[in-house]
DNA sequence: AAGTGGTCTAGACCACCAG
DNA sequence: TGGTGGTCTAGACCACTTT
């Protein structure tokens, strides 16, 4: 399991580990580059490296001849929540089905190695599913998960849990990537959702990294009839928007 | 004007220039460690370190025992955040252009009035522009916009600013609410942005409140082949997902 | 003066890929 | 076999801040 890691990786990991756990709250010095050459017994430009690389994703912020200090976490925004489509839609007092369609282990090819950032990931799990609103199919859902980070994924029987709860609780999500695109359905799709041929559909494309991994893959297909993407939110106190 | 600037970064100015100049197209194969080493009388570490950054921030990529590439820089709009399209077609590398399509005073009618929650709202500057990336269209921007907060919005060309810049800088943004939806283009639509009927485009509809009041309201068109929307982020270091 | 981060060097070893 | 990227070291000089 404990795959050969990089020193500056391992650096990293255990800042964030104490980050993440509470026990460096923000605010709060973290070791300085020669603290971290003795007690990893590293050399400098590694701990520099460790120190730069949080500081870039956000974590850190550092200011020279004073220290390296845990900086505040931005409040997250809420367009792209990870919502369970089952408890969404008994929020507004549906009733939730869905059909399993594919439930198995599939091989790797290159793009797919590519998408999870790593060459050496020989066989995927895979699993489609078509989420029903009071019977009718509004959501489909192509997921490719690494097993290496959830091997006990496809024990589950995705009737009762969806996908999206057994992958919130079986690993941590550090961070997440959405694409949305218009599209028109396939033949396969227009079959699974029955709908139209004409009928535009959301496509939400989705990757989330756990501890500096990808962990799943997802497509999330919604016909445009039966379903909006939608946020609202404050926007944090210091008005921070690019531009 | 010409700072004091590390090795690294001129190096790094240096392929981003080649890239955003149109020299170096996507897939092409940028000078190894070895020999920015050489040309730039630079230790291999250095040139090590502009290559990796280039590469994290998406401009590269790396293949082991191959070389290193230029990244196809696909056409993407982040989600959460408000930027100018303007800009983000330039950090591409790309060239920015816009048609303004109509620019005045619109009479308030009664959904307009719900949209502003205001129902003594009487008038609203209106604007519809298509912005374009080299030459092609790529967003049709209908916007409403709340004179009583923004009264010298119409008196902007929007050709040198983009509206959004023009009401960032006007108003704080307090509030956002996003709706994305999957359509397919009214003739007026297909006219504009020059598609055909049959292909499938974005519609986000945003609504932005400064100072409890609805700003502004506006729909982004995008032609499912030329855009998606795009957001990546990191989650909060504690986790804080709903569900 | 001592400690911090910011940068840089000139080597090194390794895994990987190509011809 | 030679080139590539991936990592790491043990030094170094600098500007800066704190004591």
Redesign the interface.
């Given at each position: 399991m404990s795959e050969a890691q990089p020193l500056y990786a391992k650096v990293k990991d255990h800042i964030?580990e104490n980050?993440?756990s509470?026990a460096w709250e923000a605010g709060r010095r973290v070791p300085s580059e020669n603290e971290l050459v003795e007690s990893f017994r590293i050399s400098r430009?590694t701990a520099n490296r460790a120190l730069r690389e949080l500081t870039?994703?956000?974590?850190l912020s550092r200011v020279p001849g004073v220290g390296t200090f845990v900086k505040e976490?931005?409040?997250?925004?809420?367009?792209?929540?990870?919502?369970?489509i089952a408890?969404e839609i008994a929020q507004r007092g549906h009733r939730y089905s869905s059909r399993l369609i594919r439930k198995g282990l599939v091989d790797a090819n290159p793009a797919l190695a590519e998408e999870f950032e790593d060459r050496a990931l020989k066989q995927l799990f895979h699993i489609v599913i078509v989420h029903e609103e009071n019977g009718v199919p509004v959501q489909l859902e192509d997921r490719h998960v690494n097993p290496s980070l959830v091997p006990d994924f496809l024990d589950h029987d995705f009737t009762e849990t969806t996908p999206?709860?057994v992958l919130?609780a079986a690993t941590?999500?550090?961070?997440?990537?959405?694409?949305?695109?218009?599209?028109?359905p396939t033949t396969e799709q227009q079959r699974l959702l029955n709908i139209a041929a004409?009928e535009?559909?959301?496509a939400l494309y989705r990757r989330s990294w756990s501890r500096a991994r990808v962990a799943t893959v997802v497509t999330l297909t919604?016909p445009?009839s039966r379903y909006?993407?939608?946020?609202?939110?404050?926007?944090n106190a210091r008005?921070t928007?690019?531009?």
């Open positions: 964030l980050i993440r509470g430009m870039a994703e956000g974590f976490s931005p409040a997250l925004s809420s367009l792209m929540e990870l919502r369970n408890e999206t709860a919130l941590p999500v550090d961070e997440l990537e959405h694409t949305v695109e218009a599209t028109l004409l535009p559909c959301l919604y445009a909006a993407l939608y946020s609202r939110h404050r926007t008005g928007f690019s531009q």
